[in-house]
């Protein structure tokens, strides 16, 4: 009988330690669940080619709004129209704020101390391809949805933070002036006539996250101080490895914010586009993996509790 208390407190002293290791564990793989962003892509994909114009699109921009709205984001859309390689156009890029706790209005029109967390959500137009873009358009919108639920129960993180959903960042026939790009165009045009103190204060642009090779690579002509602030984080959650930095500048939606005096990083997986997938049938679900998803997932969570945690 004498040693029981001695056992029991082995036994409990056992205990602790299981479940500290495993609440370690869990501090350490974050909220951010790949599975629950990959289901987002799901959704995605499933209401078909989601290129502008198209009832799909329509469908993608309910579900995003849905999605935001049910996770206490709100919503606003920005409709505009455009000349295109195959004519006039219509284009709604899709922007959410989470409320301030004082029950105010959210002020649109005022950007200041504002992170823009963006997307673009839709698909190229391919002739005679059914071209799903489950990472080419819906990896990143699945990330960026699976983060504002996780925000949710950090509003005050929440409250810093703009995501955007860019409507036609893919070109009809190539990237020029006035093909591409068009609802990040259109959506810097109003920031660059912005004081500078009610501009956001920079821009992170997700872009192809999901490849089950993932190898994210900014930039070369990235704005410095954005890419320091990506790869500690991704050094604080032992993702490092996965980021480099691309030998040429890369034409997506980072550059109209940059040019209208937001800095913007573009974090993209640039390998993938030479690695054959790109702009192809076979950018489909089955390319997607939960896993990649959740790295980019866990870093951007870690950024954004660096910046705005205390
Ligand atoms: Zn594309």
Same mark, same amino acid.
């Given at each position: ?15 602790? =330690?299981?479940?500290?290791?495993? %609440? ?15 289901? $987002? ?21 309910? @579900?995003?709004? +849905?999605? #935001?709205?049910?996770?206490?984001? $709100?919503? %606003? ?23 301030? +706790? ?17 997307? $673009? ?6 002739? +005679? ?15 960026? #949805? ?37 609802? %990040? ?16 204060? &920079? ?6 996250? =999901?490849?089950?090779? #993932? ?15 990506? @790869? ?28 209208? =005096?937001?800095?913007? #990083?573009?974090?993209?997986? &640039? ?7 790109? $702009? ?11 896993? %990649? ?15 705005? +945690?205390?």
């Amino acid at each position: 009988m004498r040693f029981l208390p001695l056992i029991l407190i082995v036994i409990i002293a056992a205990l602790a =330690g299981v479940f500290l290791a495993t %609440s370690g564990n869990k501090a350490n793989s974050g909220p951010f669940s790949g599975e629950r962003a990959f289901a $987002h892509v799901a959704s995605l994909v499933g209401l078909g080619p989601r290129h502008p114009g198209s009832e799909a699109i329509a469908g993608a921009r309910e @579900y995003i709004t +849905g999605q #935001l709205q049910q996770a206490g984001w $709100h919503t %606003s859309l920005q409709e505009f129209e455009e000349d295109t390689p195959r004519g006039r156009m219509s284009f709604v890029n899709i922007r959410a704020r989470f409320p301030p +706790g004082n029950g105010g209005e959210i002020d649109w029109k005022r950007g200041g101390g504002l992170l823009l967390l963006c997307s $673009h959500y839709d698909t190229k137009l391919i002739e +005679g391809v059914k071209f799903d873009g489950a990472n080419d358009g819906g990896s990143s919108s699945g990330v960026l #949805l699976e983060l504002a639920g996780v925000l949710r129960a950090n509003p005050d993180i929440a409250r810093r933070v703009e995501m955007v959903f860019f409507d036609g960042e893919e070109a009809f026939v190539d990237f020029t002036e006035v093909d591409g790009l068009f609802g %990040s165009r259109h959506y810097a045009k109003f920031w660059r006539s912005a004081p500078v103190e009610e501009k956001p204060e &920079a821009a992170f642009l997700l872009d192809l996250v =999901g490849d089950a090779r #993932l190898r994210l690579d900014p930039p070369s002509d990235s704005p410095r101080e954005l890419l320091r602030e990506l @790869y500690g984080a991704a050094e604080a959650v032992g993702e490092r490895g996965i980021f480099g930095l691309h030998p040429t500048p890369i034409t997506d939606d980072h550059v109209p914010l940059n040019a209208a =005096g937001i800095p913007a #990083l573009d974090v993209i997986d &640039a390998a993938y586009i030479s690695r054959g997938n790109w $702009h192809t049938a076979s950018d489909n679900l089955g390319s997607v993996r939960s896993q %990649s998803l959740e790295k980019i997932g866990r870093v951007m969570l870690e950024l954004l509790a660096r910046r705005f +945690g205390d």
